[in-house]
């Protein structure tokens, strides 16, 4: 057991694993115990089939929990054994109903009181065991139908590698690395424009000195993403530029920055900010929405790609 003690509640798949092979293994001793010929593997589509006596494969599969397939696995296997027949519904031929067959009815009479035993039996285990183990295992299920562990585990490594990010000013030492970071997303889908040359070549020129703003996401002394808030008209800027490199994403860069940018843009004094986008950049057009963006009518863009607009005006945006 020294390995649950040092791994922890990072072992829990595992640890419930080794609980059920325990179980597992006496289920097989106690159903010959009671000749009942029977897989442990098959009683809760048998034990279902019992109570309702006729039943859809995708009707089984959810009253128990488990996927199409390794329902139909189960019945397949029940078939074999001759403890279940199948027939097509005579009102959809496209669903197959699963009913006991004569020798899967004969064994209930010895199941009964099997179910009966093995129910007491694990009552008092866990009443001996001083927990309630039944209703914990409901609340655990339910937990992870609101959230899976993937969900909980991804939130957490995001969060915590967004702390080991630090926004910084731009500097003249990251002009070739501002330049290749965005290169590198527009060539996955289009070909750089002028419009684009232009502000890499240069974002002292194109977008600090005419009062524009220009991040850094920096991991070490590392570039991972940046984004620029570029000055337009009186009291509006243009958010533009913003870009993670493939190798960063899933950190909550993005989301840093943007966050970042328009509080930027309120200490600049702005009432709008405005963006360009394209349909093809979905998990960007997610992040502005999540910002509180909302696309408007096209206008004229200097980019041939940009399809998408969108503004956000700053008295609606709340630090997330």
């Not at 939130?155 to 702390?163: D, F, P, S, V």
């Amino acid at each position: 057991m020294q390995f649950y003690d040092h791994a922890g509640l990072a072992a829990l798949g595992s640890r419930l694993r080794r609980l059920a092979d325990m179980i597992t293994r006496d289920s097989e001793a106690i159903y010959k115990l009671y000749d009942v010929s029977l897989d442990p593997r098959w009683f809760p589509v048998f034990y279902m089939l019992s109570v309702k006596k006729e039943a859809a494969i995708t009707e089984l599969a959810k009253d128990i929990g488990q996927s199409h397939p390794s329902v139909s696995q189960v019945v397949r296997e029940m078939t074999k054994a001759g403890l279940a027949t199948t027939t097509k519904s005579p009102e959809d031929s496209r669903i197959t109903l699963v009913v006991l067959s004569e020798a899967g009815q004969a064994l209930l009479p010895k199941l009964t009181p099997q179910i009966d035993d093995v129910d007491q039996a694990v009552a008092a285990l866990l009443a001996k065991a001083g927990v309630n183990f039944w209703q914990d295992i409901e609340a655990v299920e339910d937990e992870l139908a609101q959230d899976s562990l993937l969900t909980r585990v991804r939130a957490l490594r995001k969060e915590r590698e967004g702390k080991t990010i630090t926004l910084i000013d731009y500097t003249q030492d990251y002009q070739e690395a501002f330049q290749q970071l965005n290169l590198e997303w527009i060539k996955d889908h289009w070909e750089p424009e002028e419009a684009d040359l232009k502000v890499l070549r240069d974002p002292q020129k194109t977008i600090l000195d005419p009062g524009g703003c220009l991040l850094l996401a920096l991991q070490g002394p590392h570039l991972q993403g940046a984004c620029a808030l570029l000055k337009m008209e009186d009291k509006s800027y243009e958010l533009a530029k913003m870009a993670v490199f493939k190798h960063a994403r899933g950190k909550g860069i993005g989301l840093l920055l943007g966050r970042a940018i328009l509080e930027k843009a309120k200490q600049k004094g702005a009432k709008r900010v405005y963006l360009e986008s394209n349909t093809a950049l979905q998990p960007a057009l997610h992040l502005y929405r999540k910002l509180g963006f909302r696309q408007i009518a096209n206008r004229p863009s200097p980019y041939n790609r940009c399809n998408v607009q969108m503004e956000l005006f700053l008295e609606h945006f709340a630090r997330l």
